[in-house]
């Protein structure tokens, strides 16, 4: 998936494995993920990217964080709807916490150049 340039929003979507999902062969979770998930990837892939990232070995309330980045507020939510209607929502994966949030919105505001490392 290509990276949306310049995002207007970024979203961490914090998400747990379900037993149900866990159950799965490793085979059918990928075929899961190519069937149902990818074609809503695809769909708004000009205006939403994804980024996944394990964090089971470290945490025990979520087992994966999902990046969206997402050129505005309105692809984002379109793309939620589009996931809202398949297992992936709550089923699959509970959907722990969303967290959206600006990169360098701080600087924006004051008019000043990000800190960055």
């Given at each position: 998936m290509t990276p949306v340039s310049d995002p207007a929003i970024t979203v961490f979507m914090l998400v747990k494995t379900s037993p149900e999902w866990l159950g799965f062969p490793v085979e059918r979770?990928?075929?899961?993920?190519?069937?149902?998930f990818k074609p809503i990837l695809k769909k708004h892939e000009s205006v939403v990217s994804l980024r996944f990232f394990d964090v089971e070995f470290y945490s025990t309330r979520v087992t994966d964080i999902w990046m969206w980045d997402a050129?505005?507020?309105?692809?984002?939510?379109?793309?939620?709807?589009?996931?809202?209607?398949?297992p992936f929502w709550d089923r699959y994966f509970d959907i722990v916490e969303i967290?959206?949030?600006?990169?360098?919105a701080y600087a924006r505001n004051y008019n000043r150049v990000p800190i960055n490392a």
């Open positions: 979770r990928f075929a899961l993920f190519t069937e149902q050129k505005d507020h309105e692809s984002y939510q379109l793309l939620v709807e589009d996931l809202r209607e398949t967290l959206p949030g600006v990169e360098n």
